[in-house]
């Protein structure tokens, strides 16, 4: 393999696939990235076998080849040559030159044999949806899917397609989130993708009013955006109805000022976290929501003015679930639901349906 590229264009498309090495290595050949020479591209590609990107550039082929590089530290390399011109010259030993100015450096790298192969998702089922939609989809619902192994299914986020529907939602057993958008799709389905593979997607598209078309086959997935492929396996099993957990009816209802909300919250939860029992207490009264937060380092106690209709309520939370939905909202003003002090808030936009978070309180003994 012989070929010449440009050493930013390299470095770009390097640092995009890299993103798909795991830190969690158990076999060293995923440390690698797949270099492939060919007519006038250069593909490069990465995997840790649960997402896959791959990147194409334009280059001069010289000689056809393909060959496995160490990826961290190709990335870096090149990443200090990226005003330059660069050769890359692989030998029968699979050693790979990268010639750039009047220097040389020669690293070893993996058999290309050995590399995993990447399947093609063969599939005439997708949904396209604007760059920003999907963005926003990502960023108001990743937040909320659980951390740990024991439900493994819950480390992804559903996408629930009904035709020209999107409901995107991600649950942790203590709370849930769920965005829903208009998008073209010619199918009915629920898939459930890992939330890393979303995040990675997500940092990679624009916020703009592109469309991008997301290919659905029977164990992955395929996201098109031209001269980058990003492929993600999807989870197996059956996700939780959602539908289930959400209460249709309330009787209290509670419209905050979100900036207020958000920074009353962010104040009460510094002496929160100093207490074990961790939580705030909100005294829902007349036209007042009274936020409290006790602790060995001292008291809290403030008023909001709020709108409520229904009945009055005392109900205590982890006020990290609050703050982390209100981070994500872009409402100057968002519409508190509840029904008693053991049943779940849900919190939704006061004129549209488009986002809906839902949090369980913590019981309060004593």
Do not use: H, W
């Not at 439900?151 to 035709?163: T, Y």
């Amino acid at each position: 393999m012989i070929v010449s590229c440009q050493g930013l264009e390299l470095s770009e498309g390097l640092l995009r696939v890299s993103k798909a090495i795991s830190n969690k290595i158990a076999n060293p050949i995923l440390e690698g990235i797949k270099i492939i020479a060919e007519e006038d591209t250069l593909t490069m590609s990465a995997t840790d076998t649960e997402l896959t990107i791959e990147k194409k550039i334009k280059a001069e082929v010289r000689q056809e080849g393909e060959t496995v590089v160490p990826g961290r530290f190709i990335t870096e390399f090149v990443k200090k040559l990226t005003n330059t011109q660069i050769e890359l010259e692989v030998n029968d030993k699979n050693q790979l030159t990268i010639r750039y100015e009047d220097s040389e450096s020669v690293i070893q790298c993996y058999n290309p044999v050995e590399y995993p192969g990447f399947k093609n998702v063969e599939s005439k089922e997708y949904f396209g949806i604007s760059q920003k939609d999907f963005k926003t989809c990502v960023n108001k619902s990743i937040f909320a899917v659980a951390l740990d192994d024991s439900r493994p299914i819950l480390k992804g986020v559903l996408f629930d397609i009904n035709n020209n529907e999107l409901n995107v939602v991600a649950l942790d057993g203590y709370r849930l989130a769920r965005v829903k958008k208009t998008i073209k799709s010619n199918m009915t389905k629920s898939i459930v993708v890992p939330a890393r593979s979303l995040n990675e997607l997500s940092k990679m598209i624009e916020d703009s009013d592109e469309i991008i078309n997301i290919y659905v086959g029977e164990y992955t997935i395929m996201a098109d955006l031209g001269d980058t492929k990003v492929t993600s396996r999807l989870l197996e099993g059956d996700y939780i109805n959602y539908k289930q957990i959400i209460p249709v009816n309330f009787e209290t209802f509670v419209i905050v000022n979100k900036e207020q909300f958000e920074q009353a919250l962010e104040r009460a939860t510094l002496l929160s976290r100093a207490s074990s029992s961790n939580y705030v207490k909100f005294d829902i009264k007349e036209s007042n929501l009274c936020i409290t937060s006790n602790s060995e380092l001292g008291n809290l106690k403030e008023n909001i003015p709020v709108s409520v209709s229904g009945k009055d309520l005392i109900i205590s939370f982890n006020p990290r679930y609050y703050l982390e939905s209100l981070r994500v909202n872009t409402n100057e003003f968002v519409k508190l639901c509840f029904n008693n002090p053991s049943t779940p808030c849900v919190i939704v936009p006061t004129e549209e349906d488009e986002f809906l978070y839902l949090i369980l309180p913590v019981r309060v003994i004593g």
